[in-house]
T-cell receptor, first 118, second 114 residues
Framework: DAGITQSPRHKVTETGTPVTLRCHQT?????MYWYRQDPGHGLRLIHY???????DKGEVSDGYSVSRSKTEDFLLTLESATSSQTSVYFC?????????????????FGPGTRLTVT | AQSVTQLGSHVSVSEGALVLLRCNYS??????LFWYVQYPNQGLQLLLK??????LVKGINGFEAEFKKSETSFHLTKPSAHMSDAAEYFC????????????FGKGTMLLVSP
């Protein structure tokens, strides 16, 4: 499972409240990602990080911010939650795998956080 | 820019029948291609990937996929479906660097009947 944990695993919150989701990894991976999964949309990238304090926006970044103050933690914050942010959120890491000449990056996913905004 | 199209949001097969899940991609750079599987209420598990070399790649649970550059396709197949294959399958494309992001298709739900 690439040593990825997400917390909380489930959360119900009210519209307008701030919410922070945590992704923690234990294997010193440099690249980390946040996706959201919604029926009929697959997974869409929210933000990603390519190192401590280095982050960039993804396809659906509006309403979300991220922080990465240390390698092992990547935090996703909803500053003021809305019902449209009800979703399942997945964290992922990217790892270089394979043999010389056939190396390639693979992404491994955490177990997900189910967030409901009422 | 990258995009992935999965034909059919739902595919139904009988146990023992051939499974064929279709994926077409668009990429401005030579891509890496992936298939992930998601069982109910679980995370995503990597099924197989294409990076370089042999265009027919084999994955876990008897699945395989063939990269066809001329058709920009990466269809997933399994000769004989099993009830345990019922899940949602996602095709994804990325670039070739460590910070490359994945672009997913919308997913295909595979239903297997006895």
């Amino acid at each position: 499972d690439a040593g990825i944990t997400q917390s909380p695993r489930h959360k119900v919150t009210e519209t307008g409240t701030p919410v922070t989701l945590r992704c923690h990894q234990t294997e010193n991976h440099r690249y980390m990602y946040w996706y959201r999964q919604d029926p009929g949309h697959g997974l869409r990238l929210i933000h990603y990080s390519y190192g401590v304090k280095d982050t960039d926006k993804g396809e659906v970044s509006d309403g979300y911010s991220v922080s990465r103050s240390k390698t092992e933690d990547f935090l996703l914050t909803l500053e003021s939650a809305t019902s449209s942010q009800t979703s399942v959120y997945f964290c992922a890491i990217s790892e270089l795998v394979g043999l010389a000449g056939r190396l390639g990056y693979e992404q491994y996913f955490g177990p997900g956080t189910r967030l409901t905004v009422t | 820019a990258q995009s992935v199209t999965q034909l059919g949001s739902h595919v139904s097969v009988s146990e023992g029948a051939l499974v064929l899940l279709r994926c077409n991609y668009s990429s401005s750079v030579p891509p890496y291609l992936f298939w992930y599987v998601q069982y109910p209420n679980q995370g995503l598990q990597l099924l197989l990937k294409y990076t370089t070399g042999a265009t027919l790649v084999k994955g876990i649970n008897g699945f395989e996929a063939e990269f066809k550059k001329s058709e920009t396709s990466f269809h997933l197949t399994k000769p004989s479906a099993h009830m345990s294959d019922a899940a949602e399958y996602f095709c994804a494309v990325s670039g070739r660097t460590g910070y490359s992001t994945l672009t997913f298709g919308k997913g295909t739900m595979l239903l297997v009947s006895p």
